[in-house]
Nanobody, 121 residues
């Protein structure tokens, strides 16, 4: 059973920083793309940043220059360093991993349960 567990969310003042973590556990053979998404109340879930197995990254325009996504393939872990946070960054943040559970298996997307980030003005 594959699990993705996020941590690191919380309440922070505008201009502050938070670091989110996402750890994959269980039957995980390989992970391709990992990504962070967020969803604010009343809004659709949106892509924040993604990172490939080799480290290539992609960011939403709204977070470029403020957020940094990284991963450790051996630890099956991904991080999102969030600096200069703004009230509009307030949302539930979810990690997603495109992974295969065993050799030769199909890749599927798995989601974490989410961690809340609240930025006060």
């Amino acid at each position: 059973q594959v699990q993705l567990v996020e941590s690191g969310g919380g309440l922070v003042q505008a201009g502050g920083s938070l670091r989110l973590s996402c750890v994959a556990s269980g039957s995980v053979f390989t992970i391709n793309v990992m990504a962070w998404y967020r969803q604010a109340p009343g809004k659709e879930r949106e892509l924040v940043a993604s990172i490939g197995y080799g480290g290539n990254t992609n960011y939403a325009d709204s977070v470029k220059g403020r957020f940094t996504i990284t991963r450790d393939n051996a630890k099956k872990t991904m991080w999102l360093q969030m600096n200069t946070l703004k009230p509009e960054d307030t949302a539930a943040y979810y990690c997603k991993a495109d992974l295969a559970e065993r050799v030769g298996a199909r890749m599927y997307d798995y989601w974490g349960q989410g961690t809340q980030v609240t930025v006060s003005s």
